[in-house]
């Protein structure tokens, strides 16, 4: 019996199992669904002064608790609600956080009644395609970049919170925005293939 191929992966998932599956299957796939990157902006926040899988541990809880993260609902929670999350032991209870996430749906919901669309509003700031970086160590990943900073200062004056420049940066990674797998990493090659795929689609859908 011929043996399983080893693919090499980006450092950060280690062994566990939860990470190294979210490391395959979702970390750095672009996500272009409004309402799906606002409820990951949301978890990153919730992210701050933690590490990534605490948050992955407790995404399920958190979606269950914060109304599967749906900006209308959350947007008319009131203090009861706060209450109510800061007595869920399967989330992060940080008062300050949970605030920011009713903020942030208000903040989501204005703009779609400006004629904003969020995906398109975010995507623009990459110019509509995924960012390929090509680092080959995992410690040359940088932690916030101009961009992130530029990002993180457009959402606060939409009046988002808890978007800091490195928040910002992790959530642009974990979206596609930007391919942060190091070069050598088998997802890399991958997202890379699939975004030059989706690049020829679109110019051959031009007339």
């Known amino acids: 019996m011929a043996s399983k191929a080893i693919r090499t992966r980006c450092a950060w998932p280690g062994a566990d199992p939860l990470y190294v599956t979210y490391h ?5 796939v672009p996500v272009h669904d409004s309402r799906e990157l606002w409820e990951y902006l949301n978890l990153e926040a919730f992210q701050a002064g933690l590490s990534w899988i605490t948050v992955l541990r407790k995404r399920e809880n958190f979606r269950a608790a914060f109304s599967a993260f749906n900006p209308e609902k959350i947007a008319r929670y009131g203090e009861r609600d706060v209450v109510r999350l800061l007595g869920n032991a399967g989330i992060i209870r940080s008062r300050a956080k949970i605030i920011a996430t009713i903020g942030n749906a208000r903040a989501y919901l204005e703009m779609r009644e400006q004629g904003i669309d969020f995906s398109k509003w975010v995507w623009a700031f990459a110019n509509g395609a995924p960012i390929q ?3 080959t160590r995992q410690g040359d990943v940088p932690a916030v970049t101009p961009l992130a900073e530029e990002l993180s200062k457009a959402l606060k004056s939409k009046g988002f919170k808890f978007v800091g420049p490195t928040i910002v940066y992790a959530w ?3 979206v596609g ?6 070069a050598t990493c088998f997802r890399h090659r991958e997202l890379k293939r699939s975004a030059s795929a989706r690049r020829d689609a679109r110019l051959q859908s031009r007339p």
């Open 172 to 174: 642009m990674q974990a």
């Open 177 to 182: 925005v930007v391919n942060d797998h190091i």
């Open 24 to 28: 395959d299957r979702e970390w750095g």
């Open 133 to 135: 970086s090509n680092r």
